[in-house]
């Protein structure tokens, strides 16, 4: 009888193998040295090993961890604030924004990883201006990061009309990245990985994109970029380029498997098909589109062109709960069709295709032999998720998908690691985050309360006469 | 100093007075009697009254309970087994429905409305054929129950192709139901109050339907009914009486302020301007018909011809966090326009304007002197909803619609009573309930598993080759 670290049975294992999701009832896992040794029955892996710990998962679904493949940490704790408004950039987050400095970021980043953990996601794709104690952040909660550290060539005190004043000093910050890069790729025994992340092709200059690119091929990093991400994006390029995103980036050489694009709410028909047949990935955030502009980006398209697609959660509540549930939904409304993203396609979207997406594909996403041991255990005995039925419609992940409130999670394992344990985050002192974050989000908010440029915010507005 | 027998004090209070959310930051209720008998803040209510409870709802928001407008009780137990496919009565649900009788009905009903309590629900409209211990379980669970009496004339044996075989003998259940009204209206201290629900104009005969109008304008209830829920009912009405049914309730003399028209999913702008017109009540239920239909309801037109818009989760979770939030994100994708159905709109929805759309609008759905004592603590403090901010844009309502996850709800206070404290419900045993349930779900299960129609189900396909 071969020795483990880590025997969990008694499961309903979603594994995440094969086309489907790779169910195992009764199954279990045996973890070893922070990979998954074995996945199977309760009955063979008990007869196989003996455990340091044995988890008895009765009553649970076991998933992988869920990947989060686009999310801006330290900006969460402005959530709320800029929403139900046309142009919400200019006309409802700016002003939020361009408050948010490098000051209490580790607070405020510390706080989403919160949350995230809490509702079971192991894998966080960030995208923000790398920031002292950033991979710190990760390595100490215990999770894995992929951080795109972003570029940019905006700043903040920049007007939003007109074509926009680009600095060419942003070229920087591509030094930087690649310093950052090779600095932690690898690090917190390879939880932390880096990739490079100009914000949008409106705001870095093309001399630069094209230096990002040769940088990437040059440190085998990946790009992670907002294409195509709304109707103000495509009214740069026009004026500046005479060109759409999606053909811009075509010349510059960017539609390709490096390329991971997040959002593409304007891209037509024929540039999905584009993207998706060069090998581009294409990350879509529901949640976050669906409320600031109204829009269900092209990800049925994208998939079927063939193209992967991850989900994220951007700056709205970082839940993949929320996001699969919402992306089941918005596509079945935008295509009148209630059998378009059924909840095994949207699971698959936030477990083993975004791992792929995201280029981990090798590493994480499913409940493998040999992959990285994160995973999930999810109580479906409460009202939400119960009455559990296995035959002859098992519907588990109906349930899941559909009408999880994301607390059902109760226990998160990161390499092998229990980050969470009866719904309790390990890793960190859960009520010292949320005061910090308050604190941050207050500090913020003071900015924004003496700028008179708050007298033109519509929820401002909407504030002061009772209906918020 | 005047005493009370509870004053709540300290928190975010929502009373939804006035036309937005009747914001009172440190606010406080006394509660005499089972009813509000103040409102106010904190600092005024201490200085006016002593209580034999005082409750600290310090970071909580304090908002009175929802109403849920359109559920079936009964059969929520069997969700996750029939959505994802087209024609889903027909081809995936009604398998499952016909095997759904009185038996167990009770231990089914009562898991819905632990799900329902635990997410802050505190008036029910339950739409089911009346069944042994229904009025009983409201009673004893301490919440407050609109039993709409369904009646229908379509047997559980029916083919559901060309036109339904309609049972004269259905006119027996007006009959019944009068009775259940008489015997049940006004019950457990004015809880319980009873409706008419005929299921659909086009399972129910004209001259029952007739029969029922006149019984509902005897007995002074309301009628709750599906209209023009779907094409199968719209097609049946063209063919069986040359007519779109707004057009033949219309004819019936049922198109006033005494119905409550269900989904409304197939319903024209004209129709729709009518029906808003004279004063019918929308019941919405967004989730449901955006799972199975693919379609966003009509609400906004019918908000925007003046009429009166209520959520109801039908046979979807039973929360309405989880309507709020798609009901304000489908109705800015089907116009594409991220200003509509903004978060105090939808929270008037599932509160305020609920409550006059069911007939109750004096007795609940805002924290107001004199009205029940039905009201609700969540716990803002959480990674969910918090940071809190107050200024310059207030973001609880926002966080509240968009990133609530549910169980962030505390406490739950019924005309006075507690009926839940610290997340835990007082009135029922959560684990024999679910368990109950768990046995009631199996039973009709395997009813399915032996019925050689099964064959036939997509999901069952999905669940043999392992998608599910």
Chains 1, 2 share one sequence.
């Not at 880590?6 to 294992?13: D, E, G, N, R, S």
Request: net charge negative.
């Amino acid at each position: 009888m071969q020795h483990v670290d880590t025997l969990i049975v008694h499961a309903h294992a979603l594994t995440m193998r094969g086309d489907g999701v790779g169910y195992i009832g009764d199954g279990a896992v045996a973890i070893q040295g922070g990979r998954i040794a074995a996945v199977g029955a309760t009955a063979e892996l008990s007869a196989r090993f003996s455990a340091s710990e044995r988890i008895d998962a009765t009553g649970h679904a076991m998933l992988p961890g869920f990947i989060n493949a686009h999310l801006h940490s330290p900006v969460n704790v402005i959530r709320g604030v800029a929403q139900d408004v046309d142009h919400w950039l200019e006309k409802a987050y700016w002003i939020f924004y361009k408050y948010v400095d490098d000051a209490d970021a580790l607070a405020r980043s510390r706080f989403t990883l919160l949350e995230g953990i809490k509702s079971g996601i192991t894998t966080f794709l960030d995208h923000v201006a790398p920031f002292p104690g950033w991979p710190q952040a990760y390595a100490a909660a215990g999770v894995r990061g992929r951080l795109a550290a972003s570029i940019s060539a905006l700043g903040m005190d920049a007007k939003l009309d007109g074509l926009y004043p680009l600095d060419p000093r942003a070229g920087r910050d591509i030094d930087e990245a690649v310093a950052f890069a090779r600095e932690w790729n690898g690090a917190a025994e390879g939880r932390i990985s880096v990739l490079l992340g100009p914000v949008a092709p409106d705001i870095v200059l093309r001399e630069h994109l094209l230096e990002i690119k040769r940088a990437a091929d040059r440190e085998g990093l990946m790009i992670h970029m907002h294409v195509a991400q709304g109707d103000r994006e495509i009214a740069q390029m026009l004026a500046r380029y005479g060109k759409r995103t999606p053909e811009y980036l075509d010349e510059l050489g960017y539609l390709d498997e490096q390329l991971m694009a997040v959002h593409l709410t304007e891209a037509t028909q024929e540039e999905v098909q584009l993207m998706a047949r060069r090998g581009v990935r294409m990350m879509l955030c529901s949640s976050a589109i669906g409320l600031i502009d109204g829009i269900v980006p092209p990800a049925l398209a994208f998939k079927e062109a063939g193209g992967m697609v991850a989900l994220g959660s951007d700056n709205s509540a970082c839940s993949m709960f929320n996001e699969m549930r919402l992306t089941a939904l918005f596509n079945k409304i935008a295509r009148r069709d209630p059998k378009v993203m059924p909840p095994w396609e949207v699971l698959r979207m936030a477990t083993i295709e975004s791992a792929r997406a995201i280029g981990l594909g090798d590493q994480i996403g499913s409940l493998d032999v040999g992959k990285q041991a994160d995973l999930i255990l999810i109580d479906l005995r409460g009202p939400s998720l119960s009455p559990v039925l296995d035959t002859p419609v098992r519907n588990i992940v109906p349930n899941l998908v559909y009408n999880a409130r994301g607390t059902e999670v109760k226990t998160v394992i990161v390499a092998g690691r229990t980050v969470m344990r009866d719904g309790e985050v390990l890793t960190m002192d859960e009520r010292a985050v949320l005061e910090e974050a308050q604190a941050a989000a207050d500090a913020i908010a003071r900015h924004v309360a003496s700028d008179p440029d708050r007298d033109a915010l519509a929820l401002v507005s909407a504030t002061r006469s009772g209906k918020l």
